[in-house]
C-alpha cells in the first residue's frame, strides 16, 4: 500500500508488478533459500568437526562472512535479471517502458530523502544510478520498434481516491484533486488545503516540482488527514 501511493500510472505499476513477477518465473527466492540453507549446513557441519578445537569459532565466523559475501552478489544479479525482465513483460502487456524508467528515477530521489523504502533499493543490490542506465537504453530499444503504449495515468490516480496514507492509526488519506490552469503545487495546496507549506510533501508524492505550472484538469494527490 506504500508504494501504491508513490506510483502515478498504470505503467508504473505494470513495471513493479512485472519486476516481482520475474523475481518468481526465475526462482530467485529458491536459490537464495537453497544456497542459504547449504552454508548454513556446512558451517554446523564445521562446528560439529572440531567441537573444542581452538580455532572453530573463527572458521564458522569466516564462513559466515564469506557466504553472506556471496550471496550479496548474488542478489545484484536476481535485481538485474528482474529489471529487464519487468520492463519487458511490462512492454509486452502494452505498458510504456519509459514510464518504469521514470519511476525508478523518482524512487531513488524518494529513497534518498527515506520517504519510502522498497527492497528492490536495498543496499545490497546494484547501484541505482547502473540500473536506471541500463534501464534507459532497454527502454529506448523497445520504444523505437513500437509507440502506441499505454500510460493510463488519470484512470489510475481515480483509484487511489480515499487510500489510506502513511502508519496505521495516522488517519491519513490520498484524495485526488484537479488543478486549474497556470497554478503550481504551492497555489494548489493552498487553494485546497489552505496551506502551501505542503506543497514540498506533494511535489514528492506526484514525482513533481513545486513551481512547475500545472495543467487545467490534471489530477494531483494529495494527503488529508
Avoid at 44 to 69: D, I, K
Avoid at 162 to 177: D, H, M, N, P, Y
Avoid at 179 to 200: H, V
Wanted: glycine share 8%; aromatic share 8%; proline share 2%.
Amino acid at each position: 500500500r506504500g508504494l501504491l501511493a508513490y506510483l502515478n500510472n498504470e505503467a508504473q505499476l505494470a513495471g513493479v508488478l512485472g519486476h516481482e513477477i520475474a523475481h518468481a518465473a526465475s526462482r530467485h527466492a529458491a536459490e537464495m533459500l537453497t544456497k542459504a540453507l547449504g552454508y548454513q549446513f556446512l558451517t554446523l557441519g564445521l562446528l560439529v568437526a572440531g567441537a573444542g578445537g581452538e580455532n572453530t569459532g573463527n572458521w564458522a565466523a569466516v564462513l559466515t562472512a564469506l557466504s553472506q559475501q556471496i550471496l550479496l552478489g548474488y542478489g545484484r544479479e536476481n535485481e538485474l535479471q528482474a529489471d529487464e525482465l519487468g520492463i519487458l513483460y511490462a512492454s509486452k502487456a502494452g505498458y510504456s517502458p519509459q514510464e518504469v524508467v521514470e519511476f525508478m528515477k523518482s524512487l531513488k530521489f524518494k529513497e534518498r530523502l527515506k520517504a519510502i523504502e522498497y527492497h528492490a533499493f536495498m543496499a545490497s543490490h546494484p547501484e541505482t544510478t547502473q540500473r536506471i542506465i541500463k534501464l534507459q537504453a532497454f527502454a529506448d530499444s523497445l520504444e523505437s520498434r513500437q509507440t502506441n503504449y499505454k500510460i493510463w495515468e488519470d484512470e489510475f490516480k481515480e483509484q487511489l481516491n480515499g487510500l489510506t496514507f502513511g502508519a496505521k492509526g495516522e488517519g491519513k488519506k490520498i484524495r485526488i484533486v484537479k488543478a486549474q490552469g497556470g497554478e503550481n503545487l504551492r497555489d494548489l495546496t493552498e487553494r485546497t488545503l489552505a496551506s502551501p507549506l505542503k506543497a514540498w510533501d506533494f511535489a514528492i508524492l506526484n514525482s513533481l516540482r513545486e513551481n512547475s505550472p500545472l495543467t487545467d484538469g490534471q489530477l494531483i494527490k494529495v494527503i488529508i488527514e
